[in-house]
């Protein structure tokens, strides 16, 4: 995808939750040639509106005109207007400054999966996961999960390097926290088991804290 963001804290920032996430992104931080934007054959444009050189509204304009290319505008302008207008230019969402990276993130997902354009699969060292046609693998190996394994495994991968609480993974795994925490650990050892069945120790327990997935 292409991210157009002039503040440099914001724009690092965003690029960095989004490969983080598995989504390569080009960034620019002014108004750029629409041919160099569509070279790097995006999925997704997300845009500030207020750039030093030009408008992220006219910058849409050239972009939709070339191609049907799916578009997130970023800015600080909220009036009700600069959302119409936003939203007539064909935009899929509008986020306003200032924004949560989650939140952002969630929206991408979103648009690019509505807008079919979400990569099926994510990697995390040997570790292929698949959500959409329901498949993982290590190493080569297909892995024999349980639907919720596979989900637990998917956002362990998107949060790799990171340590994850039991209710972080409650609610961003099951959807909310009201489980016994005890199903976390359960889940968790069978996935463990399952993984280590294919190579060494990636999915550690960081004691009194959660887990971390460290691929090799």
Known sequence: MVLVEDEEPVRHAVERALRHEGIAVTGFSDYPDPDLVLAAAPDLAVLDVLLPSGDGFELARELRAA????????????????????????????????????????????????????????????????????????????????????RLLAYLVRQRGLVLSKHQLLTQVWGYDAYDPNVVEVHVSALRRKLEAHGLRILHTVRGLGYRLDPR
């Not at 997130?72 to 207008?85: G, I, N, P, S």
């Open 67 to 150: 191609r049907d290319l799916p578009i997130v505008f970023l800015t600080a302008r909220d009036a009700v207007e600069d959302r119409l207008d936003g939203f007539e230019l064909g935009a899929d969402d509008y986020l306003v400054k200032p924004f949560a990276l989650e939140e952002l993130l969630a929206r991408v997902r979103a648009v690019l999966r509505r807008t079919g354009r979400l990569g099926a699969a994510i990697e995390a060292g040997d570790v292929v996961v698949d959500e959409q046609a329901g498949l993982a693998t290590r190493a080569g190996s297909p892995l024999e999960l349980t639907p919720t394994e596979l």
